[in-house]
């Protein structure tokens, strides 16, 4: 896709990870203590989360959010341990054929590679079944997220489109994430940009609920470790990336051998939080290899299978189901967000 210069001041004067957004919280005042009471956030529709992120973004007619990225084909194979939770016909055994997405975050298209507000780095991907079926998954380079809910969501992304430069201290983000630690930790923890898509573990925001051929249920959550290992950027690296690094590092990369995942079910266990995404699950939490996701090449076309595909993680099949409420919004949103990118 053609890139042109990042001007997005709004969200460059509102989100910048690390000091700044620390200090800016911190000017909030007592007033906006972390342990003040949080307000309950307005019941949001789909549409309205799709609004929540243009205010946030800019409207490009791209992708809502992870509006930059790049289409990789491969395959995946399941392990005899993903049966054994779930029955749904993706780990029959089989290899089958996967289209892989990696972006950056934000709604915004020509956003670069190499700044820090391009975190967290998204991975999705999609199955395809003998059938026909898909089975889609949506990560981010980030155990866990901002908020509890789609709700609170839209007023997080609400507050940064009325947070831009002029607007009196303390600004409605600001305000925010006095009252939201969790957000704010969200903000100021990231990675560094990864030395390539390829050397950065990713995370499922949501939790699914897997039932194997024998009825017996178990809730998950996904993390997907990098066959290459972790590997993110000195600041001394990072001054030698220009702003498409990691599409053109990717390109380069499959082209000479195949980029591997191996993908992960993080079992939950009773009092862990099914329907908050915001809190991570323990470390503790027993981690059952579901298969290896084998990325070989680019798509023929990058950039017209990034805009004609669309991926739905919320949606049901035997032995899988969205145990996370946001699942069911999310689902819902992305349609809308794809119709007004074609």
């Given at each position: 896709?053609?890139?042109?210069?990042?001007?997005?001041?709004?969200?460059?004067?509102?989100?910048r990870?690390?000091?700044?957004?620390?200090?800016?919280t911190?000017?909030?005042?007592?007033?906006?203590?972390?342990d003040?009471?949080q307000?309950t956030?307005?019941?949001?529709?789909?549409?309205?989360?799709?609004?929540?992120?243009?205010?946030?973004?800019?409207?490009?007619?791209?992708?809502?959010?992870?509006a930059?990225?790049?289409?990789?084909?491969?395959?995946?194979t399941?392990?005899?341990?993903?049966?054994?939770?779930?029955?749904?016909?993706i780990?029959?055994?089989?290899t089958?054929p996967?289209?892989?997405?990696?972006s950056?975050?934000?709604?915004?298209?020509?956003?670069?590679?190499?700044?820090g507000?391009?975190?967290?780095?998204?991975?999705?991907?999609?199955?395809?079944t003998k059938?026909?079926?898909?089975?889609?998954?949506?990560?981010?380079?980030?155990?866990g997220?901002?908020?509890?809910t789609?709700?609170?969501?839209?007023?997080?992304?609400?507050?940064?489109?009325?947070?831009?430069?002029?607007?009196?201290?303390?600004t409605?983000?600001e305000?925010?994430?006095?009252t939201?630690?969790?957000?704010k930790?969200?903000?100021?923890?990231?990675?560094?940009?990864?030395?390539?898509?390829?050397?950065?573990?990713?995370?499922?925001?949501?939790?699914?609920?897997?039932?194997?051929?024998?009825?017996?249920s178990?809730?998950?959550?996904?993390?997907?470790?990098?066959?290459?290992?972790?590997?993110?950027?000195?600041?001394?690296?990072?001054?030698?990336?220009?702003?498409?690094?990691?599409?053109?590092?990717?390109?380069?990369?499959?082209?000479?051998?195949?980029?591997?995942?191996d993908?992960?079910?993080?079992?939950?266990?009773?009092?862990?939080?099914?329907?908050?995404?915001?809190?991570?699950w323990?470390?503790s939490?027993?981690?059952?290899?579901?298969?290896?996701?084998?990325?070989?090449?680019?798509a023929?076309d990058?950039a017209?299978?990034d805009?004609?595909?669309?991926?739905?993680?919320?949606?049901?099949?035997?032995?899988?189901?969205?145990?996370?409420?946001?699942?069911?919004?999310?689902?819902?949103?992305?349609p809308?967000?794809?119709?007004?990118?074609?």
């Amino acid at each position: 896709m053609p890139h042109t210069p990042y001007s997005h001041s709004r969200f460059k004067s509102v989100l910048r990870l690390g000091g700044a957004i620390v200090l800016a919280t911190a000017m909030a005042g007592s007033a906006f203590a972390a342990d003040a009471p949080q307000p309950t956030a307005p019941h949001q529709t789909p549409q309205d989360l799709v609004n929540a992120l243009h205010s946030a973004f800019g409207e490009h007619h791209a992708r809502a959010v992870h509006a930059k990225g790049t289409i990789l084909e491969g395959t995946f194979t399941a392990t005899k341990a993903a049966a054994g939770l779930s029955k749904d016909a993706i780990f029959s055994g089989a290899t089958l054929p996967v289209t892989v997405r990696f972006s950056d975050f934000t709604g915004i298209p020509d956003i670069p590679d190499n700044i820090g507000d391009a975190n967290p780095r998204g991975f999705a991907f999609k199955i395809k079944t003998k059938d026909g079926a898909a089975v889609d998954v949506v990560a981010h380079s980030f155990n866990g997220f901002p908020v509890a809910t789609s709700d609170e969501f839209a007023v997080f992304l609400k507050d940064v489109g009325a947070s831009g430069p002029g607007v009196a201290h303390p600004t409605p983000i600001e305000q925010f994430l006095g009252t939201h630690p969790i957000a704010k930790t969200f903000l100021t923890t990231q990675k560094p940009p990864p030395v390539s898509y390829a050397t950065t573990a990713f995370f499922g925001v949501n939790s699914f609920k897997y039932t194997n051929a024998k009825d017996a249920s178990v809730y998950v959550r996904y993390r997907f470790v990098p066959q290459a290992g972790e590997h993110y950027l000195t600041p001394e690296m990072l001054k030698t990336k220009g702003a498409n690094y990691l599409q053109e590092e990717i390109a380069k990369r499959v082209a000479k051998a195949p980029v591997m995942f191996d993908w992960y079910a993080q079992i939950g266990e009773k009092g862990d939080k099914i329907e908050d995404p915001s809190i991570a699950w323990p470390e503790s939490r027993k981690l059952i290899k579901l298969g290896t996701i084998t990325i070989t090449k680019l798509a023929a076309d990058p950039a017209a299978a990034d805009k004609h595909t669309l991926f739905l993680p919320g949606e049901a099949h035997p032995g899988i189901e969205a145990a996370d409420p946001m699942l069911t919004l999310r689902n819902d949103a992305y349609p809308i967000s794809f119709k007004d990118r074609q």
